[in-house]
């Protein structure tokens, strides 16, 4: 089984359409590649009903689209027996997590994947965002300590590009302290190798360390990147020891043969 449980659902020109049309693309690149299921993950911050939680311009400005309309559209796609999932990209908030977990509350999701792209609203993924006002080892200790906050609340199922402070190769000097983490999956992303840093998420090391399951994920952003150097995925997994990979169903997680 190979999965990609980790896309936004976009035209080829990287415009979000939330339609069954737009969806159908992201299906048929997965056929072509050997993928077996995809599950669609837009950010949080683009739809209206989750305004009440956002103050920065950049997810303001983004925060226009309908959330019925994105899960209605995956939802009928799952009716028709196409192989998706229906999921969602949430970011962490801090102390309003809960107050989020609200707003997602009464949709069926199959997963929800959590990503700290922000703490105190400065970026981890953009610069200067945090950098400019901490040490390289501080950046990655409060990123780590928001990541296993945000997989300890219960709210997520997935952590999304797991050591995302890589992004820009700047690590701590010495071995670094992975979190201690418990319920959640790991996605092993390609995302990554078109970074700044080059690499997969996460290195081998945090995988070893974690010892919790995987899923796969391109991070897609347009539908002719689904499954998008997948070779260098699954060689991460099976380097890293693993034999299996998590599919999802309404929030319940299995493993199956990897591969
Ligand atoms: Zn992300
Ligand atoms: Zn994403």
Redesign the pocket.
């Known amino acids: 089984m190979i999965v990609d449980y980790?896309m936004h659902l976009r035209d080829p020109d990287e415009r979000i359409v939330h339609s069954l049309e737009a969806l159908e693309r992201f299906v048929e690149t997965a056929a072509a590649r050997g993928v077996d299921e995809i599950g669609f993950t837009e950010?949080v911050y683009y739809f209206g009903q989750t305004r009440a939680l956002w103050s920065l311009p950049y997810q303001l400005e983004r925060c226009v689209y309908d959330l019925d309309e994105y899960v209605g559209t995956i939802v009928e796609a799952k009716r028709q027996g196409l192989p998706v999932k229906l999921g969602l990209?949430v970011d962490y908030v801090g102390d309003r997590q809960d107050e989020l977990a609200a707003v997602l509350e009464s949709y069926p999701w199959d997963y929800l994947?959590g990503?700290v792209?922000w703490i105190d609203g400065l970026a981890i993924?953009q610069e200067p965002g945090l950098w400019g006002v901490e040490s390289v080892a501080g950046v990655w200790r409060r990123y780590f300590a928001s990541l296993a906050e945000l997989a300890s609340s219960g709210h997520v199922d997935v952590l999304?590009?797991p050591d995302?402070a890589k992004i820009f190769g700047k690590r701590p000097e010495g071995a670094i302290d992975y979190p201690r983490l418990e319920g959640v999956a790991l996605e092993i992303s390609t995302n990554g190798l078109y970074k700044p840093v080059g690499e997969l998420y996460p290195d081998i090391e945090f995988l070893q360390a974690a010892r919790l399951p995987i899923t796969l994920a391109s991070?897609a952003h347009v539908p002719q990147n689904v499954g998008r150097d997948f070779d260098r995925a699954l060689d991460l997994a099976r380097a890293a020891g693993y034999d299996t990979v998590t599919v999802f169903e309404s929030r319940r997680a299995r493993q199956e043969p990897l591969g």
């Open positions: 980790h950010h990209e994947l990503s792209h993924d999304a590009h995302l991070d």
